[in-house]
């Protein structure tokens, strides 16, 4: 049953606000797909600023025809993206169209389509909304998780990769040596580890 009033409003808000935080961290994942089936970091230049549904669209033609995966591999990759492209499109319905209220099953979202004047309707929740946060954010692990599996763990950093370049350009001598003495140490720990 949908709340009523204020609280209605202040649920329907913090759910959106979680699909919102959700989406945001899916579409970083995408972006870092794209890179890591591409194989290269002057990927993330042309993965900049692309929406989700390019994004997924690319990923999976890339992933479709790219040589150095295995068949397994491939497969769970295009399940994610066709799951992620059906969440993608939820996700911009429940943020997009016009939340109406007052029917007698509850909340309906308005969609205005192109060249059309009617407003189709569907139904909806603040548990849909909630749903569909809670699904952005398992595929964008399982993603991550396809992705580290079929190209290992370097893949993860490749899409910032640029960016941290330019971080260490800018870097005072100090910093760079400071950064050196870390990194050794951290490979100290990992070797006395055995990892």
Not at 51 to 74: C, D, F, Q, W, Y
Not at 116 to 138: C, I, K, N, W
Not at 157 to 164: A, D, M, V
């Amino acid at each position: 049953m949908e709340l009523a009033g204020q609280a209605d409003t202040n649920a329907r808000y913090l759910a959106l606000g979680e699909l919102v935080d959700a989406a945001s961290t899916f579409e970083m994942q995408l972006r870092a797909a794209l890179c890591a089936l591409v194989g290269s970091k002057y990927a993330a230049v042309i993965a900049a600023g692309m929406m989700a549904g390019e994004l997924i669209e690319n990923s999976a033609a890339v992933a479709k025809r790219h040589r150095e995966i295995t068949e397994p591999a491939r497969s769970r990759l295009t399940e994610i993206l066709s799951l992620a492209k059906a969440l993608s499109e939820a996700r911009n319905r429940l943020i997009h169209d016009v939340w109406a209220f007052g029917g007698p099953e509850g909340p309906v979202l308005m969609r205005s389509k192109r060249r059309d004047h009617t407003l189709p309707t569907s139904g909806t929740s603040v548990a849909a909304v909630q749903e569909t946060a809670q699904a952005l954010r398992a595929v964008t692990f399982d993603l991550h998780e396809a992705l580290r599996d079929a190209f290992g763990l370097e893949i993860a950093t490749i899409e910032s990769q640029l960016r941290w370049e330019d971080h260490v350009a800018t870097m005072t001598l100090e910093e760079r040596e400071a950064l050196a003495r870390r990194q050794a140490t951290a490979a100290e720990k990992m070797k006395q580890h055995g990892e």
